[in-house]
């Protein structure tokens, strides 16, 4: 099986910042992509950020150049360091990845169980 488990969340003002952590554990042979997606109450999952194993990026308009996602390799985890936070950040952000157990040739998706993030005004 594999866990993911994520850290980080939290309260905090607006103009404010958080560093998100999610590392991955289990019977894992490699990872693939990986990404923070968020769920805002009454309101649908969306991608926040995305990022490969070569370390290519992409993000959702609405965090570019506030939001950094990274990645080490090496500790199976991945980052999202989110800097001038706005209220209508508030959401649950999961985090997400592709990854291959040991004897199996296929990449399958798993998801962390969510930290809430609260942007006061």
């Known amino acids: 099986q594999v866990q993911l488990v994520e850290s980080g969340g939290g309260l905090v003002q607006a103009g404010g910042s958080l560093r998100l952590s999610c590392a991955a554990s289990?019977?894992?042979?490699?990872?693939?992509?990986m990404g923070w997606y968020r769920q805002a109450l009454g309101k649908q999952r969306e991608l926040v950020a995305r990022i490969t194993r070569g370390s290519s990026t992409n993000y959702a308009d609405s965090v570019k150049g506030r939001f950094t996602i990274s990645r080490d390799n090496a500790k199976n985890t991945v980052y999202l360091q989110m800097n001038g936070l706005k209220p209508e950040d508030t959401a649950v952000y999961y985090c997400?990845?592709?990854?291959?157990?040991?004897?199996?040739?296929?990449?399958?998706?798993?998801w962390g169980q969510g930290t809430q993030v609260t942007v006061s005004s």
């Open positions: 997400n990845a592709h990854v291959a157990r040991y004897g199996e040739r296929y990449l399958a998706q798993y």
């Open positions: 289990g019977s894992i042979f490699s990872i693939g992509d």
